[in-house]
Structures are given as structure tokens and as C-alpha cells.
């Protein structure tokens, strides 16, 4: 009606951290456990959306229903089919890892979301997601994607030295965190290398990977490598402690970031949390995994922690403990603060 104010449709995003997770085949535990490590530590109520096989779905809903209610009412979880909207879903499900290209589409399928973090996984918070979120406010008007580099150093960076592909800036971008603005993905066209004018996100994607698919060896973060070669203005760059990976520290330590403030997220690719190649992450991985959900923090995981990293001293990703130690640390006295501040104010009743 004529002079009627209109509220934009945006339920839940005002309330929520909307936090998008694509599983397939073997990775229900891992995703589970990234999952937990969201929950443990975030102050703000949590969205996820689970995009996973159909044989998995009723995994997802049984183990999170398991989950203590204090732990529970802190999210809520919406589980999902895989879907490709446009092109071939075999190709794409083949694309690198299976379903992996499932992150591609999140703008088109979640149209009722502004904004969202996407992680791969092998990912885990070492600290509230609330933080990672809040970087959305330090986009600038052109910006609608974040990420970290792929590498610091170019002369050991996989794209600088083996891509033959476009991809962003000196050393590439690393997908397996990203954080989208979805409303400016989908309201954007983007330049390309397909046709003068520009495209939509949904119009780009298959034309794009027909063009490039006998160039790239890592499947959809390579398609987003040459999406923002083309758009750079579009990438807001997070500093490699929001994904930290075995790369960071297996070549000596080349995360500064990391060493100065301690690991935020921590991305465990390569398999490094089910092998023995890297202990540090697989310590983190199994203190996470084994913590009991209403147990003291610091008795029952940061203390383990630390005598598993005991162990791990003498790999070059265990020489530099607290760099792994310092974030979590932090954040859990905090958790621990917020939690007597509560208690003390229930049993002080005036």
C-alpha cells in the first residue's frame, strides 16, 4: 500500500551467525567436531547449514540432538540436500573433492541469507566465530568476499610457482574459510574472461569451469582464484591466523600474524588430524573431539592440551606451542569469566 514502510525479509540474519558446512562421504565425525568447537566458544546464537549426502542427513540430526541443551539452544541447524543449480551435478561432483563445489552455490540456494561463513571440515575455532564475523563491517563498499592467502611466500606458494590458471594477487587465495556478503554476490556482475559484459555469480560459474576444467587441480578454490583475478576489488584479504594450516609452520614459521596473536581458526587439510604427520593438529583435533561437553575447559581441555603438545615438541609445528595455545587460552578464560559473572549474578538476588 502507498506510504506502508516495508521491513526487508531477513528473518534470521539480524539474530544470527549463519555458518554454511558442505559433508560427503567420511567426514561426518570431522564436520561434527568443527561444529562443537563453533558451539564451545561463540557468544552469539549460531546458523548452520549443513549441506550433506542423503546417507549421512539422519547422522547429523541424531548426533547434534545428543548434544546437551545448554549447548543446544545456542544454535540452530538446517540440514540440507546437495544441489547444483546450473551445469552438470556429475561434473561437479567430481570437481577436486566430492560435494566440495557445493560452496559455490550457497548464494543462489540460501536466498534468505545476507551473510555467511563458509568452512571447509577440517576447520576449527580456536575462538568466537563472533570475531571472524565482525571483520563483515570492515568491508568497503566494493568488497563481498573474504579470504586468506594461500601462502606467504611466493617462492614457496603453490600457485605462484605451478598454476596455469589467473589467480589472485601474488600467491592465491585459500577457500577453505571464506566469508560472503550473499546479498552482494548475487546483486553483483562480475568481470570475466568469457564475455565483455559482466556476469552473474550463478551465470559465471559453469561457463567459467567448461573454459578453465584442463587447467586446474583444485577445483572450486581455483574457480574462485580466477573469479577475484578478474575482481580483485570484490576480496577483502583476513591475515593467515583465520587459516592456519600445516603450510604455516612445516616450511619454518611464515604465519607472523599467528605468532603475534595466536591462531584463530585452525584448518587441518592435507588429513594431517587423522595421520601422524603434523601432531600439533591432530593433539588439537583429539582434545576437542574427547572434550565432554559440561566439563570445566581448562581441566579437561586446555590441561591435555598442553601435555599432548609436550610431545610434539620436536616437530617443526610443535617448536612454537603457544602460537597454537594463545587464542584458546584467551578465550577461555573469557568463557570461564562470562560464566561466574552469570552464576554469581543468579545467586545474588537482591
Known sequence: KP????????????????????????????????LKSAVLFSNSRLCFHIFAEDSLKPEFEKKLKEWPSSYTK?????????????????EWKKLF????????????????????????????????????????????STQLAAMAPEHEIPKIGWYSRFARHPYYGTTGVNSGVMLMNLTR??????????????LTWEEMLYPLYQKYKN???????????IIFYFNPECLYVFPCQWNYRPDHCMYGSNCRGAEDEGVSILHGNRGVYHDDKQPTFKALYEV???????????????????SKFLDTVHTLCGRIPQVFLKQIEKTMKKVYENRVIVYLGAN???
Open 3 to 34: 506510504g506502508e514502510q516495508k521491513h526487508p525479509k531477513e528473518p534470521s540474519s539480524l539474530q544470527c551467525m549463519h555458518l554454511a558446512v558442505v559433508a560427503c562421504g567420511d567426514r561426518l565425525e570431522e564436520t561434527l567436531i568443527m
Open 74 to 90: 545456542k544454535f540452530e541447524s538446517n540440514i540440507y540436500s546437495i544441489t547444483f543449480s546450473v551445469g552438470n551435478a556429475q
Open 97 to 140: 573433492k566430492p560435494c566440495a563445489a557445493q560452496r559455490l552455490f550457497l548464494p543462489a540456494i540460501l536466498k534468505d541469507v545476507d551473510s555467511l561463513l563458509y568452512v571447509d571440515t577440517d576447520v576449527l575455532f580456536l575462538r568466537p566465530i563472533d570475531d571472524i564475523w565482525h571483520l563483515l563491517r570492515e568491508f568497503n
Open 185 to 198: 554476490i548475487r546483486s553483483t556482475h562480475f568481470k570475466n574472461s568469457l564475455i565483455p559484459g559482466g
Open 215 to 225: 587447467y586446474i587441480t583444485w577445483g572450486d578454490q581455483d574457480l574462485l582464484n
Open 288 to 306: 576437542i573431539r574427547d572434550f565432554p561437553f559440561e566439563d570445566n575447559l581448562f581441566q579437561s581441555l586446555y590441561y591435555p592440551l598442553q
Open 348 to 350: 545474588h538476588r537482591y
